[in-house]
């Protein structure tokens, strides 16, 4: 049991409404580097499951923290993976899973701004779901224990990106600096359990946008590891954003985008919340 962030480009475990810094504390035992720590997981897990609440060494501060996966190798985005979303864009529902990048530089923590590109960004919230252990062809019975954990994430999209052509194409209108705000930590797949059963919401200004339940999801989270593995090597920290609910902006009556100062709320059951302020364009 056991919740990864990053502060100051620092690895540290979240304890209650503190944290406490991994280099440090495990006496250099454990790496100070998030994606080092991500690599040696279970060792993590195991270190800070012994730890109580005087062992944080600050508060609890989500304002200050950076993407608990900082620099992953890849961050795969699922599309039209929950059949209501597929419903209100009026297209079928996949035979196979849709996937497209949100090139990793696009990650941004918590409580980053959002910095829009166009009077044309919607929100989708989605749970996020980071490699452990890497493989490839892994079987789907096997794909949950290669996962470290989950957290919260929004995949912002800029739609006038997203469709200025056709076909449509996603990467670029989803990859824009500070489009992939995550968190508030990595939270160990021994908290959650099954990834099947999460409530997911996103509030838009307090306005409630979207609430949904990953029981609906179409590729469920040990499909899409599995069925990832099949074409490629997954690596420890690999991310995947696996889908969002009904209820975005792009196919609202009338439609709604991100506008400056809005608040995006984002939350999943027991993996806590993003709250992104957008400014511009
Ligand atoms: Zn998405």
């Avoid at 690599?39 to 950076?66: I, K, N, Q, R, T």
């Avoid at 196979?96 to 990793?104: A, Y």
């Avoid at 252990?133 to 794909?143: K, S, Y």
């Amino acid at each position: 049991m056991a919740a990864l962030a990053e502060l100051g480009g620092r690895a540290v475990a979240v304890i209650g409404e503190g944290v406490v810094d991994v280099g440090r504390a495990s006496d250099g035992r454990l790496s100070a580097d998030p994606m080092e720590v991500l690599a040696g997981w279970d060792g993590f897990v195991d270190w800070a499951s012994g730890l109580g609440a005087g062992d944080a060494d600050a508060p609890l501060d989500p304002g200050a923290l950076g993407p608990p996966v900082p620099r992953p190798r890849k961050v795969f985005g699922v599309g039209l993976n929950y059949r209501d979303h597929a419903e209100e864009a009026g297209l079928e529902v996949p035979k196979e899973p849709l996937i497209f990048t949100k090139f990793p530089s696009c990650l941004a923590g918590p409580r980053a701004e959002i910095p829009l590109t166009s009077d044309r960004v919607d929100w989708e919230v989605e749970l996020v779901v980071a490699v452990g252990r890497g493989g490839r062809a892994i079987p789907e019975r096997d794909a949950l224990g290669h996962v470290a954990g989950y957290c919260v994430g929004q995949d912002v999209s800029d739609r006038r990106a997203q469709f200025a052509g056709r076909p449509p194409q996603f990467s670029m209108g989803k990859s824009a600096d500070g489009f992939g705000p995550l968190g508030p930590a990595l939270v160990s797949a021994d908290v959650i359990g099954d990834p099947g059963d999460l409530r997911l919401t996103c509030d838009v200004s307090g306005e409630h946008m979207q609430d949904g339940t990953t029981r609906d999801l179409i590729f469920a989270v040990p499909e899409l590891v599995s069925w990832l593995s099949r074409h490629l090597t997954l690596e420890p920290g690999d991310l995947v954003f696996t889908g969002t609910p009904a209820g975005v902006g792009a196919v609202r009556e009338p439609r709604r985008y991100l506008r400056d100062g809005d608040v995006v709320e984002s939350a999943i059951d027991g993996l806590g919340v993003l709250r992104n302020r957008c400014t511009g364009p």
